[in-house]
């Protein structure tokens, strides 16, 4: 019989030198202790009649509890039987997981598969019935009571790389908790009583000031009780990593090795965090940009400038130089030719495509790729043969600055207004400043961000009302299919040239998911995705099925589909093009119906002057002029309490 009685003795196990090492192992006369024996973990193997058959989860986190702090409660277990006769094995009805744990350590060798562990030993009547006790009325552990029990074992002495094994955790997860210790016990207190949930004590832990964290909470609006919403308010005059293209450009590293404090978020990734020295980021910045401007000066440019930011607006002040094209060598011609005959090669293989043998489209799209790549080398070539003029080239210079990617860019012939006036007139005009009739640029009123952010809520609202357009949809289909048709643009011939890309419209906008418009079309997505789910369920191919429909259902889909590949995104700020105010006009759209200013999507986006010239516009000049003595974030909460419900629209939502 591999069983040994012992005394009340529990499994104990001591980590040391990765092993874990049995106390009272020593073999002991059998001791009848109740129906608790002890079992050799060998012996041990699981019930069909345990009620858990879902797979096991957190073995690993569990085997690391029960090798620093040893099984504390026994297993429950029968004894196998087959044919009526004892096979030697106990199956386990209670603790599965604590055998799978169990048996982890001993295929780490960590623990010997001869080591023994306490074991009830049940009948096979009462075995079901303990079953399901042990896994019924179980509740996980609340975080904040494992907060308090990480910060209990800190203050005993033990640090995150100490208290992290015991648990089966990382050091990492240890310090997040522990982090949370950093909030003020009335928001603590909150969290613990579930009126508050993870992501919004996380974002509060990002400050250890007390009386902040409950000013926030307490003065934000609880629709707006969101992790994203704490984290602006906490770091709004602080530098998120992952957005500045500054701080890509200089990197962290290179920024701390300065003397520049990073607010970290825990709980976030290991590269995100909270530039608190904007100005140290700007002047590392420059100290690269110039460096990389001593690198060019040998290309001969009237003049170098950097810039840490170089926008359309800022491009605005310059023309570019004139370039001439000179006609190409033999040999370059050579490899134009060469060139078009690929092209004339791929167009008859897009000829001769059958879609019905490319299932998976990846022979079209190796073909697209492969006309990408000639028409780059294509375009590469015809650049090379485009040179400056010579007296442009004399006042032309070069400006180095950061793309949107924090990648070094450099724009070579560029001359700066005042300078183009200074050719010959003729020559101005062939610059192009005479014949666009330009002038002094105006200042725009939103930030080219801004701009973006308001022109994809724009493009969420006419998807969210074509989508119940069929008629509208089915004209704007018809009007892209025509221009392909009747348009000078080559397009490849292939069956029914319809591409549909659907817009991704967060990029712009991080909060365009709370939005009314993309809740409505959230709503017709999930509605046409279950539809067409359940057609394929039933071995339906999807045309079949289309096939079958109504007309009303057909036009309904066309809508959506047409919907959601409208984009009107924009970082350039002015009234709508005139297509997107047809479209706005023929759907009588009134973005006031989808849109409002608040904090998030508008009002801390622009400046003080900005927010009271609104409240001016939309409330009342004696109303906007009580407000001009107010902090930017009282002014801010002012506005949106008195902008609420007023139907008041930047001139980028109006169609004319």
């Avoid at 874990?20 to 009649?49: D, W, Y």
């Avoid at 009314?516 to 394929?536: L, Q, S």
Wanted: proline residues 3%.
């Amino acid at each position: 019989m591999p069983v040994r009685r012992t005394g009340s003795y529990p499994l104990l196990f001591t980590m040391t030198t990765g092993k874990i090492i049995m106390k009272n192992t020593h073999v002991t006369p059998a001791i009848e202790t109740g129906n608790i024996q002890r079992i050799a973990i060998k012996h041990l193997v699981k019930s069909p009649l345990n009620v858990r058959k879902k797979g096991s989860s957190g073995i690993g986190e569990l085997a690391a509890l029960i090798a620093a702090q040893g099984l504390i409660h026994n297993l429950v277990v029968t004894e196998q039987k087959k044919k009526n006769k004892k096979t030697g094995k106990y199956e386990v009805v209670a603790g599965g997981r604590r055998l799978d744990a169990l048996n982890l350590l001993v295929a780490e060798e960590r623990l010997s598969k001869e080591s023994e562990v306490d074991c009830r030993i049940v009948g096979p009547e009462e075995a079901l019935e303990l079953s399901l006790t042990e896994n019924s009325g179980r509740e996980a552990m609340h975080p904040a009571d494992l907060v308090m029990a990480y910060r209990n074992l800190t203050e005993a002495g033990l640090s995150p790389d100490e208290i992290a094994p015991r648990f089966g955790v990382s050091p990492l997860t240890v310090k997040r908790y522990l982090k949370l210790t950093h909030v003020s016990p009335t928001v603590f207190k909150l969290y613990a009583e579930d009126e508050m949930n993870f992501e919004q004590i996380s974002a509060l832990a990002l400050t250890d000031d007390y009386e902040l964290q409950e000013r926030i909470w307490n003065s934000t609006p609880a629709w707006q009780r969101s992790g994203s919403t704490f984290r602006r308010l906490i770091t709004g005059t602080e530098i998120d990593i992952r957005h500045s293209p500054l701080a890509r450009f200089v990197g962290i590293e290179a920024y701390e090795a300065a003397g520049g404090l990073v607010r970290r978020d825990l709980f976030g990734k290991e590269n995100e965090g909270y530039i608190q020295d904007a100005e140290l980021l700007e002047s590392l910045a420059l100290e690269k940009l110039n460096q990389a401007v001593e690198a060019i000066k040998g290309e001969g440019h009237a003049w170098a400038q950097c810039h840490t930011t170089f926008d359309h607006l800022d491009r605005a002040e310059f023309v570019r130089a004139r370039t001439i094209r000179r006609e190409p060598t033999a040999g370059e011609q050579a490899a134009m030719d060469a060139l078009d005959a690929e092209m004339e090669a791929i167009g008859a293989e897009f000829e001769g495509y059958d879609e019905e043998t490319d299932e998976d489209g990846e022979t079209y799209a190796a073909l697209e790729k492969k006309s990408e790549a000639i028409q780059g080398k294509i375009a590469a070539l015809n650049e090379s043969l485009e040179e400056p003029d010579a007296a442009d080239l004399a006042i032309a210079g070069v400006i180095v600055t950061v793309d949107h990617a924090g990648e070094l860019r450099i724009e070579r012939g560029l001359i700066r207004k005042e300078d183009a006036k200074k050719l010959p007139k003729e020559q101005g005009g062939e610059t192009g400043l005479a014949a666009s009739g330009q002038g002094e640029v105006a200042r725009p009123v939103h930030s080219e961000k801004l701009t973006r952010m308001l022109t994809a809520h724009r493009s969420a609202a006419i998807q969210a009302e074509i989508m119940n357009r069929p008629e509208i949809a089915l004209a704007a289909l018809v009007h892209q299919l025509a221009l392909q048709v009747f348009g000078s643009g080559y397009r490849a011939n292939r069956i029914v040239q319809v591409n549909i890309e659907q817009t991704y419209l967060k990029k712009d906008a991080e909060n365009i998911g709370q939005s009314r418009a993309a809740i409505a079309i959230e709503e017709k997505r999930v509605y046409w995705t279950e539809r067409i789910e359940a057609a394929g369920q039933g071995g339906k191919t999807l045309f079949g099925w289309l096939l079958e429909q109504d007309l009303a259902d057909l036009h309904d889909l066309l809508a959506f589909c047409t919907a959601v590949s409208l984009n009107t995104v924009s970082g350039r700020e002015n009234a709508p093009s005139d297509g997107v105010a047809a479209i706005m006009t023929a759907l009588s759209l009134d973005m006031a119906d989808w849109w409002e200013p608040t904090p998030e999507n508008y009002l801390l986006h622009v400046s003080k002057d900005r927010i009271i010239e609104v409240v001016g516009e939309a409330v009342s000049p004696q109303m906007a002029q009580t407000m001009t003595k107010m902090k930017k974030g009282e002014l801010v909460e002012s506005a949106n309490a008195k902008l609420s419900g007023l139907r008041w629209l930047p001139d980028t939502f109006k169609a004319g």
